[in-house]
């Protein structure tokens, strides 16, 4: 196979891309949200997934076009970097790996606790709770420290526990459905709807991930877009078949159980094997999410640092595994600690104002790289109406981002003001001294 300029092989076609996207979006979180979405909404929930799916439609628009322009690897920091700079594509890489994968992870760990604690009581208890996260944690540090196929053995469980639990409930409780449970009665207020979406976005997040090897897509000016299409499209039918089904199933009740929605559907439509099936399913997806986060993202930290962007501490390498295991132990102690602190909906909305922000600059990068370099070429996608996909995509994400709370707001912003001032302080302060000849 012909190699690109970067060594690598184009060799992901779009069937592949499409189920790397929904493998990559659908996570622990879609065992918890149901019950959320329902508490603010009730019947109304659909409302919330319709807005997601058109935002998340507008944005993977953009990114469509972008990635068939931009076909090295990196994603998100790659489109973000090309079109405005090493300063801007430093903020979104720090946005990427602790505004968005340590609260994420944080988040689904507060939910793989809760959903456990319904079978070991004891783990509502917050010193129970807090050693067994750290317990927890200390064991994926130490198998991913251990060697990188020692934590690949971890991950692979999650393509089946995630599919097959929720993919059953989906099929046979459609038969379960109390179809008057569904019938909107009371219609939400704007700013419930507004709550709802800027939750529910977690749940949609992480397709932008799959594009970081878009160095290994083969003709990615038709491949992104076809793959885009093809897991978003799977993911949305997914979601709105779970919400509909619980909401069908439980009535009113699914407002009541957000720990674990999913499996109190089960238990109506299974009895109480189902129960089991689902929180098992939903234990086993948890933690092999967090064991792949583990196992990949600490190696961003370290390949940030050994360039000189973080700590160089974070840098070095176990002398007998030869894994970056100081920058492994700093990402799993920062999740813990903020675990530990934080409730799952609070996380969750950090984490999505973290990726907006991302999905923000992706979106304005397009209309960046159109003024500075023209429209896309014939064999490259080209979003339709010129700026009008874009625009559109960062009014829906301005929209969703005030709907944070005002601590919730200030932390993001204060992420974003530490990354500029740590690039500022590297790049102007903390500059080399030239050595003597």
């Keep these: 196979m012909k190699k690109t300029r970067e060594g690598l092989v184009r060799s992901i076609g779009t069937k592949a891309l499409g189920v790397n996207i929904f493998n990559m979006v659908v996570g622990g979180g879609i065992f918890v949200l149901p019950?959320?979405?329902?508490?603010?909404?009730?019947p109304a929930a659909i409302i919330a997934y319709v807005i997601c799916a058109v935002a998340?439609?507008?944005?993977?628009?953009?990114?469509?076009?972008?990635?068939?322009?931009?076909?090295?690897?990196?994603g998100s920091y790659a489109y973000i970097e090309d079109a405005f700079g090493p300063m801007a594509g430093f903020v979104s890489s720090m946005l990427l790996w602790f505004g968005w994968a340590i609260l994420s992870d944080a988040a689904i760990l507060v939910a793989m606790v809760e959903t456990i604690s319904i079978a070991v009581p004891v783990l509502k208890e917050t010193i129970p709770r807090a050693l067994f996260m750290v317990v927890l944690l200390t064991f994926l540090v130490f198998m991913n420290i251990r060697g990188v196929e020692t934590g690949k053995r971890l991950y692979i469980v999650n393509t089946i526990a995630k599919f097959v639990p929720l993919g059953m409930l989906l099929i046979f409780g459609v038969f379960a459905i109390n179809f008057d449970n569904l019938k909107i009665s009371e219609w939400p207020t704007f700013e419930q709807v507004g709550a709802s979406t800027i939750i529910l976005i977690f749940a949609f997040s992480g397709a932008e991930c799959a594009l970081n090897a878009s160095g290994e897509i083969k003709n990615p000016s038709r491949t992104v877009p076809r793959g885009v299409l093809l897991g978003m499209g799977s993911i949305f039918l997914l979601y709105l078949g779970l919400q509909s089904v619980a909401q069908g199933v439980l009535g009113p009740e699914l407002a009541n159980n957000t720990e674990a929605p999913l499996a109190a559907a089960a238990k109506e439509v299974f009895g109480e094997w189902g129960v089991n099936l689902l929180l098992i399913g939903g234990v086993i997806s948890i933690f092999s999410t967090l064991s792949g986060d583990i196992l990949v993202t600490p190696r961003v930290v370290f390949a940030s640092a050994r360039d000189g962007n973080l700590p160089a501490f974070l840098a070095k390498v176990h002398p007998k595994f030869h894994t970056p295991?100081?920058?492994?132990?700093?990402?799993?102690?920062?999740?813990?600690?903020?675990?530990?602190?934080g409730t799952f909906s609070v996380l969750a909305v950090l984490a999505s104002g973290s990726i907006l922000l991302i999905y923000a600059g992706v979106s304005l990068s397009v209309i960046k790289l159109r003024l500075r370099d023209g429209d896309p070429k014939d064999d490259q996608f080209k979003v339709p109406g010129k700026f009008i996909i874009p625009?559109?995509?960062?009014?829906?994400?301005?929209?969703?981002?005030?709907?944070?709370?005002?601590e919730e707001a200030l932390s993001i912003l204060a992420l974003v003001l530490f990354s500029l001032g740590l690039y500022i302080f590297r790049k102007y302060i903390l500059k080399k001294q030239p050595s003597e000849n």
Excluded: D, K
């Excluded at 295991?325 to 602190?341: E, H, P, R």
């Excluded at 625009?391 to 005002?406: G, K, N, P, R, T």
């Design 391 to 406: 625009v559109l995509s960062c009014a829906v994400i301005a929209w969703m981002l005030f709907q944070m709370e005002y």
């Design 35 to 42: 019950g959320v979405i329902a508490a603010n909404l009730g």
């Design 325 to 341: 295991y100081v920058a492994v132990v700093s990402f799993a102690g920062v999740m813990c600690l903020i675990a530990i602190s």
């Design 56 to 74: 998340v439609g507008l944005i993977f628009m953009c990114y469509a076009e972008i990635g068939s322009r931009i076909t090295r690897s990196g």
